[in-house]
């Protein structure tokens, strides 16, 4: 098993930054993907990003591109998604999650998921 805890989330205005962190722990995660998702109340889980955890590829929703960037640090097990140019549409949960395949986009995909935080951006 691989459990994963996010923090971070928050309350900014429009235009603001946030940095997201996803703590892993279990199993090893050496050969995994961990990927951010967000979702609306009424609506789908939507891909954001994913990172490769060993060498660092990774992948981005047209939504964000440049606006947020992924990253890890593999000596502290974390992973971390850096939000700036934040806008109302970017809210409100943000759920981490992990997968040994490939940069997968759909939620399906991933077989660990944290509890979520929640991001609230005003105008």
């Known amino acids: 098993q691989v459990q994963l805890v996010e923090s971070g989330g928050g309350l900014v205005q429009a235009g603001g930054s946030l940095r997201l962190s996803c703590a892993a722990s279990?199993?090893?995660?050496?050969?995994?993907?961990m990927g951010w998702f967000r979702q609306a109340p009424g609506k789908e889980r939507e891909f954001v990003a994913a990172i490769n955890w060993i060498g660092g590829r990774n992948n981005y929703a047209d939504s964000v591109k440049g606006r947020f960037t992924i990253s890890r640090d593999t000596a502290k097990n974390t992973g971390y998604l850096q939000m700036n140019s934040l806008n109302p549409e970017d809210t409100p949960f943000y759920y981490c999650?992990?997968?040994?395949?490939?940069?997968?986009?759909?939620?399906?995909?991933?077989?660990?998921w944290g509890q979520g935080t929640q991001v609230t951006v005003s105008s």
């Open positions: 279990g199993r090893t995660f050496s050969r995994a993907v």
């Open positions: 999650a992990a997968q040994r395949g490939g940069l997968g986009l759909s939620s399906h995909e991933y077989d660990y």
